[in-house]
Structures are given as structure tokens and as C-alpha cells.
């Protein structure tokens, strides 16, 4: 265990009744980062979040968090850690503030230190205008935003959200991001989703799973340079034959297609070399010979068709 990691899985295996739930994972978490483990419900997100919460023992493996073992030391990793789970079990009859100081007594924090705490995370979650309301009267997204204040009350290192949007509206949910965006500049942050844009736009590392396992592992802008093909699109208006000759001689390019498009204009799909960004050499080349230019932009794959790749290749996999 190196002081850079706070979380270390390794071959950790969870087994129900004829069920296996998790099979072999094993993964890393850096300090700092904001990593989702995305799959399609019954894939092992959640049966992995409630064992590095000390909620539920594993059948095999090992788990450390900031260096303690989750099943020997599971105390010391209790006080390091901050869980949400999905099914958020906050107490409906208690008011926002009074709920919240409660939890905090609980994580251990004396009276004095869980009023200060109370009163930051009530802001820091923007919880301060309700926090005499009742928690049962709130909306599903103020509920959620009480569900990460319990979590972050005590201060721990490690916040680990499962399901983080689901039931929230647009705005809800854009609000719950920034939130968590906000909270992976000072903690480091493991959140469990089935939504690809939740994990697109809040977190830096992506761990794909499917039926237990970790299928991929990789942060998002490496994702999209490695299984991007770079395929460049431009629309330009030149005579066609000599469109033909301009991509022939560009060594950059080792294939392209041109198609006509609206008006005398055409649509070039040019694939460069090892998928490199070559649009200023073709910004060049366009302009130097006087070339009328419509588009030029570089295809993005998003990472629900990642997803898709990834997992059709396991699948395809088992068939054999």
C-alpha cells in the first residue's frame, strides 16, 4: 500500500446463494480522484460499495481503504469513509439540522465540533434555508442533497455515493454534479451509476463492470484516444479531382471518402495516421488554395458507445 491510494481491491469475490455477485475484482483509487464504476443493474456496483463500507463481508479477496483492511479493521475505515447508499435510509420525522447533528454525534464528533461541522455542510450542500423543515417534507433532490451532508458531517477522506441522481429531475440532477465535482477538489470520490452521462461529466476515471467484473479501467480522455479512430469531417467547396489529388498526397491520411453534399460542396470523412489530430494541416492546405471551408471537426465517440464496444467484446467473448 503506497500513502497514493486510498482504496486497493484485490481478487475480492462476494457469493449469495448459488449467486455470485462480485467474481475476482480488483481495482485501485487514487487519492483525489472522482472514479465511477459504471454498469447496467445487477453488474456488482452496489454488492462492491457495501464492502468497502464495512456493510457487508466478502466471500474471498481483500479491500483497504487509506491503508486499513475493510474486514479486520473495519473501524478505523468507518471513520475515513462517508457512504451514501442508493436507497438513501434518512430518519422522515427529524428536521435537516437536528437530523444532521444527530449523525454526528454518532460518527463521534463532541458537541461542539459537530455544530461547526453541522453548519458547513449545511451550506456546503445548500441545505441552510430548510434546515428546520422536516426531512420527510423536503423534495426527492433536497432529501439526496441531506444524504451527502450526513455523508460528508464527519470529515472523511473517502465519499463513496451509490446512485447519486437517480429519481432527481434535470435541474436537480445538474445540481447534485456540480456538488460532486465541487466535493473531488478536497476529497477523493467513488460513485456508482448506470447513467453514462453521469459518469461522462462529473468524474476523471471510469471502471466499466458487467456481471461482477472490472471489463475496463481508464480514465475518460484516454478512453477516447485510444478506441477513437480520429476520423476527421470537413465540407468544402473545390473541384472534385483535385480534392482527390490534395488527400493523396497528404501523408497524414491513410484513407478517405468524399460524397457530395448541399449545393457544389463536398463532405470528406479523411482517417489520419495512428489517429492523430492533423485539422491544422488540413486548415492549410484549404486555405492555400483558396478552397471555400463549411466543417472541419474531429468525431468524438461518446462513452455510451464505448460502453457498447466494450462490453459486446465480452459478450462475444463468453460465445465462443
Known sequence: MTDSLMIEVANLTKRYAGNTAVSDLSFSVRRGEIVGLLGP?????STTMR??????PATSGTARIAGFDVFTQANEVRRRIGYMPENNPLHQEMRVREYLKFRARLKGLGLRRSRERV?????????TEVQKKIIGHLSKGYRQRVGLADALVHEPELIILDEPTI???PNQIRSVRQLIKDLGRTHTVL??????????MTCNRVLIMRRGKVLLSETSENLQKTMNDGQIITEILAPIEALRTCWEEMAEIKHFDIAPTDGDFFRCALTPS????VRPQ??????????TLRELSRSRQSLEDIYMRVTRAEHEEESL
Open 51 to 56: 464492502i468497502l463500507s464495512c456493510f457487508l
Open 119 to 127: 453548519d458547513i455542510v449545511m451550506q456546503q450542500c445548500d441545505l
Open 191 to 200: 460513485i456508482s451509476t448506470h447513467i453514462l452521462p453521469e459518469v461522462e
Open 274 to 277: 495512428e489517429g492523430a489530430d
Open 167 to 169: 429519481g432527481l429531475d
Open 41 to 45: 443493474n445487477g453488474a456488482g456496483k
Open 282 to 291: 488540413i486548415f492549410s492546405a484549404i486555405t492555400q488554395r483558396g478552397w
